[in-house]
Each structure stands twice: as structure tokens, then as C-alpha cells.
């Protein structure tokens, strides 16, 4: 089936440390997209990548970072300066344009020790 | 600054019964609007969207309405289901624009048996 698969479902950081959350989609999607959750509110965007080896900040993207060196895969990793990261991460892929709809993978829950 | 609200943060309704979740923007630009339901855990899942040429679209057992006049958004649940509780959210953008997905805060609809 196609979609996009966030890995690990949890995940839990320590003082310090910079983590690593997984997106793969098989969708031949070109853009894909890191949105925050934070209980109650909506979703607002980490990074976001057009194409492959491009990608832009999105509204809150201090103490994130990502990359995307296959079409297929756009990882982000939390880090150490990220002070408040426990939040429900999504990733997420269109096919090419900014402005239509999304598809969301499963979520990966962060929190901290 | 540009906003996407909803009306109400909480929804009951009993099984059988009609649900409409409302949604107001305030980007009068606005010309494409969507709505997700997000399931506890899960990420969100795209239910139906509609551009601002039409005032309504019908998918199964949901129906949105637009009233561009008074920029606002309202998705129709037929005949609800226990299946049916959720957060829902719409999401607004313009279409042909750099500017990504605006996402409102959700409601949680909950079907009583």
C-alpha cells in the first residue's frame, strides 16, 4: 500500500541529546512537510521540502534541522537547543504544489525524560 | 494576523443524528479549504475539500458548505457514527501562492450512544 511511514511511534529524548524521527513515503510525492502538534491546538510547520536536496523553514523551526537527500525520505532531528520538543510530531506529503491537500503519516510522539 | 478558528471546541451528539462542525477564516484571499479528521494517536486523515468556485460538495455521508461572504466553513456528518469521534479540523490556503496550509485548532466531536 502506498503512504508515509513515521518511525518510532514514541520516542524519548534526554537532557542534551539531539533525536532523529523518520519519514518515508512511497507516494512519488515531491514536497514533503514536518508539522508540531501540541494538545489542543493545530498544526504548525517545522520545515518544509519542494525537492530533493532543497527545503525551507517553516514557522517554527529553531532547534530543528532536516534533510532531504531522497525524494523518498525527509527525516528531522530534534535538537539539543529544541528546549520544549515534547509535542506529537507529522510528516507529511503532497505532490507537488504547497497549496493543496496533504497526506499525513501516523505521527511520532516525542517526550522527554 | 491571518487566523483559521472554529466556533466550538467540543461537539456531542447522539448516533444517528446530524454533526456540523463550523469553521471561520479570516483571509478573504482565501480560495481553497479542506477538512482532516484526527483520530487520538493517529495522524490526520483528509475527508473532503472544496474551492472557493463552489458553495458545496458532497462526498459520502459529509457535506461542506462555503460562505465566502462571511468567510465561513462547515462540514456535515450524516447520520453520525461511533466511528465518527474525532478532532476535526479545516485547513485554508490560496491556491497558485508560495503560502502553505493554514490549519485551525480542531474540535473534538463526541457520538453518545
Known amino acids: 500500500d502506498g503512504g508515509i511511514t513515521q518511525s518510532p511511534k514514541y520516542l524519548f529524548r534526554k537532557e542534551g541529546q539531539n533525536v532523529t524521527l523518520s519519514c518515508e513515503q512511497n507516494l512519488n510525492h515531491d514536497a514533503m512537510y514536518w508539522y508540531r502538534q501540541d494538545p489542543g491546538q493545530g498544526l504548525r510547520l517545522i520545515y518544509y521540502?519542494?525537492?530533493?536536496?532543497?527545503?525551507q523553514k517553516g514557522d517554527i523551526a529553531e532547534g530543528y534541522s532536516v534533510s532531504r537527500e531522497k525524494k523518498e525520505s525527509f527525516p528531522l532531528t530534534v535538537t539539543s537547543a529544541q528546549k520544549n520538543p515534547t509535542a506529537f510530531y507529522l510528516c507529511?506529503?503532497?505532490?507537488?504544489?504547497?497549496?493543496?491537500?496533504?497526506?499525513f503519516g501516523s505521527g511520532t510522539q516525542l517526550s522527554v525524560l | 494576523g491571518e487566523s483559521v478558528g472554529l466556533h466550538l471546541p467540543t461537539l456531542s451528539v447522539q448516533e444517528g443524528d446530524n454533526s456540523i462542525i463550523n469553521c471561520a477564516y479570516s483571509?478573504?484571499?482565501?480560495?481553497?479549504f479542506i477538512w482532516y479528521k484526527q483520530e487520538s494517536g493517529k495522524g490526520p486523515q483528509f475527508i473532503i475539500d472544496?474551492?472557493?468556485?463552489?458553495d458545496k460538495r458532497q462526498g459520502q455521508r459529509v457535506t461542506v458548505l462555503l460562505n465566502k461572504t462571511v468567510k465561513h466553513l462547515s462540514l456535515q456528518i450524516a447520520a453520525t457514527q461511533p466511528g465518527d469521534s474525532a478532532v476535526y479540523f479545516c485547513?485554508?490556503?490560496?491556491?497558485?501562492?508560495?503560502?502553505?496550509?493554514?490549519f485551525g485548532s480542531g474540535t473534538q466531536l463526541t457520538v453518545l450512544p
Open positions: 521540502s519542494q525537492i530533493v536536496n532543497d527545503f
Open positions: 472544496i474551492r472557493s468556485n463552489m
Open positions: 485547513a485554508e490556503n490560496i491556491l497558485g501562492s508560495a503560502r502553505q496550509l493554514t
Open positions: 483571509n478573504s484571499a482565501s480560495d481553497y
Open positions: 507529511a506529503s503532497s505532490i507537488g504544489t504547497p497549496n493543496e491537500k496533504l497526506f
